[in-house]
């Protein structure tokens, strides 16, 4: 089995920062992409951020140039760099990623648990 911890969530001001991470863990014999994904009360689930093995990066509009998605492949743990936050960033915030557990197998999404984000006065 594959676990995905998320954490680095909490309460913040907006102008704030937050740093997110998610360590993957289990039986993985590779990782694809990484990312992070969002929801808010009464809306879907969308992407925030996401990164390949090889470094490659894309981001919602809303986040760009606000946050930075990172990985370390070593320790299966991606990042989530949030700067300048906004109340609008208030969200549930869900780790992704796309592992292979086997040469065997091929690779299928894990998700996390989730970590609160909220940004607020």
């Known amino acids: 089995q594959v676990q995905l911890v998320e954490s680095g969530g909490g309460l913040v001001q907006p102008g704030g920062s937050l740093r997110l991470s998610c360590a993957a863990s289990g039986s993985i014999f590779s990782i694809n992409a990484m990312g992070w994904y969002r929801q808010a009360p009464g809306k879907q689930r969308e992407l925030v951020a996401a990164?390949?093995?090889?470094?490659?990066?894309n981001y919602a509009d809303s986040v760009k140039g606000r946050f930075t998605i990172s990985r370390d492949n070593a320790k299966n743990t991606v990042y989530l760099q949030m700067n300048s936050l906004k109340p609008e960033d208030t969200a549930v915030y869900y780790c992704?990623?796309?592992?292979?557990?086997?040469?065997?197998?091929?690779?299928?999404?894990?998700w996390g648990q989730g970590t609160q984000v909220t940004v607020s006065s």
């Open positions: 992704n990623a796309d592992v292979r557990r086997s040469y065997y197998e091929r690779a299928r999404d894990y």
């Open positions: 990164i390949t093995s090889g470094g490659s990066t």
